[in-house]
T-cell receptor, first 116, second 116 residues
Framework: AQSVTQLGSHVSVSEGALVLLRCNYSSSVPPYLFWYVQYPNQGLQLLLKYTSAATLVKGINGFEAEFKKSETSFHLTKPSAHMSDAAEYFC??????????????FGRGTQLTVWP | DTAVSQTPKYLVTQMGNDKSIKCEQNLGHDTMYWYKQDSKKFLKIMFSYNNKELIINETVPNRFSPKSPDKAHLNLHINSLELGDSAVYFCASSQAGTSGGVYEQFFGPGTRLTVL
């Protein structure tokens, strides 16, 4: 079975500061990992995904994440926070390569607040 | 050019009523999903259809019945609504990777259901 743990339900940073959102996964087979962002009253939008190619993945809006198998982690970072980054961020895992199921297991989310 | 659309966006109803939520995707995907997001923002998959066939059916009360008239539509009907059904329901779609690879899910804007 797969699961995701997001450490810290709330993260606050100042504008211009480094953003670090933590995600650890549990999977008995090689995982595929995703980060989604949810702005208030909106659906989820994909930020980036890891599917066993490069371990450092770059996404939209300046975000990137690094897959570390030894640490079972997939932390999301951005060098400089912007006010518009304030949102809920979800890490998700699946491992059904080639499967039609595509079942995603989500973490409980991390609310990012950016202070001016 | 909406990719995944849901109607209605807001639904307020009394306990015991029956209601439906509709979902349509114009991405040409063959797999569609329903997720429930509770008040603490936790996302949990409810159902998944691939080419109109039910693939995932999580532990959901049988008052919830999905229907997929074609690959582009997945509707959710809820009978005898209860207070605990209040949540945001998200529809999503993806294209299955038949030769390997995992494709991300695209989410609709959500339907906020309030049961009084």
């Amino acid at each position: 079975a797969q699961s995701v743990t997001q450490l810290g339900s709330h993260v606050s940073v100042s504008e211009g500061a480094l953003v670090l959102l933590r995600c650890n996964y549990s999977s008995s087979v090689p995982p595929y990992l995703f980060w989604y962002v949810q702005y208030p009253n909106q659906g989820l939008q994909l930020l980036l995904k890891y599917t066993s190619a490069a371990t450092l993945v770059k996404g939209i809006n300046g975000f990137e994440a690094e897959f570390k198998k030894s640490e079972t982690s997939f932390h999301l970072t951005k060098p400089s926070a912007h006010m518009s980054d304030a949102a809920e961020y979800f890490c998700a895992v699946t491992n059904r390569k080639g499967s039609t199921l595509g079942r995603l297991y989500f973490g409980r989310g991390t609310q990012l607040t950016v202070w001016p | 050019d909406t990719a995944v659309s849901q109607t209605p966006k807001y639904l307020v109803t009394q306990m015991g009523n029956d209601k439906s939520i509709k979902c349509e995707q114009n991405l040409g995907h063959d797999t569609m999903y329903w997720y429930k997001q509770d008040s603490k923002k936790f996302l949990k998959i409810m159902f998944s259809y691939n080419n109109k066939e039910l693939i995932i059916n999580e532990t959901v009360p049988n008052r919830f019945s999905p229907k997929s008239p074609d690959k582009a539509h997945l509707n959710l009907h809820i009978n005898s609504l209860e207070l605990g059904d209040s949540a945001v329901y998200f529809c999503a779609s993806s294209q299955a990777g038949t030769s390997g690879g995992v494709y991300e899910q695209f989410f609709g804007p959500g339907t906020r259901l309030t049961v009084l």
